[in-house]
Every structure is written in structure tokens, then in C-alpha cells.
Nanobody
């Protein structure tokens, strides 16, 4: 199982970043996919998810209206992050859910990608 995430970096508050994560087709074509994040000293938390067909998305309240998740036919999931805030600073993890609906709890995740660091300066 391989999940290749990219796109993290340093950005000023108010700026934008776009994360992407490519998953092997065998493991993710019928599964929900999403993003979680973990700030320093904090629990890993759900950010956004998309179902296996890409038509249903869900978001954490803290990112609604600022982040947009999408996926393409090649099982790459994207997270467009706009109006970034310092509190968005965290390691972001791509995830494949156990079922066709994106999981919003770590318990529902089958596979994790390596994290990518997002740092938002004030």
C-alpha cells in the first residue's frame, strides 16, 4: 500500500496551499479518502473527507468554507486550503477509509500516508 502525499510547506496567514495524495488503485478505488492533521502536542483530528465516487464530502467545522477536498479518477485526493490561519499549522496525513464513505475518526481508517508539514506564520 502506498500513499504519496505532497504539497506541504510554509505560508503566511491568509495564504493558500494545495495538498495532493496519490493512492494505489487496488487499495482505494472503492474506499473513501480524506485528510487528518496533528498539531504539536495534540490529538490527530479529522479535516476533510470524500466518498469513493467523489460526490459526497464532509469537513471539520474549523475548516468549512476555507478548505476544499476533491478526488480524481486516478484515486488522487486533493486538499485546497485557502485563508490559512496559524492554528492550521500541523502535520497533515492522507488516509484511506475502511469503507466507501470517508471516515471522520482514526478508528475508521485502513491506511495512512506519511505526513506532510504545513506551517502557517502569523
Amino acid at each position: 500500500v502506498q500513499l504519496q502525499a505532497s504539497g506541504g510547506g510554509l505560508v503566511q496567514a491568509g495564504g493558500s496551499l494545495r495538498l495532493s495524495c496519490a493512492a494505489s488503485r487496488r487499495t482505494s478505488s472503492n474506499n473513501g479518502m480524506g485528510w487528518f492533521r496533528q498539531g504539536l502536542g495534540k490529538e490527530r483530528e479529522f479535516v476533510a473527507g470524500v466518498n469513493w465516487r467523489g460526490g459526497i464530502t464532509n469537513y471539520a467545522d474549523s475548516v468549512k468554507g476555507r478548505f476544499t477536498i476533491s478526488r480524481d479518477a486516478k484515486n488522487t485526493v486533493f486538499l485546497q486550503m485557502d485563508s490559512l490561519k496559524p492554528e492550521d499549522t500541523a502535520v497533515y496525513y492522507c488516509a484511506v477509509s475502511r469503507g466507501s464513505v470517508s471516515a471522520s475518526s482514526p478508528d475508521g481508517i485502513a491506511y495512512w500516508g506519511r505526513g506532510t508539514l504545513v506551517t502557517v506564520s502569523s
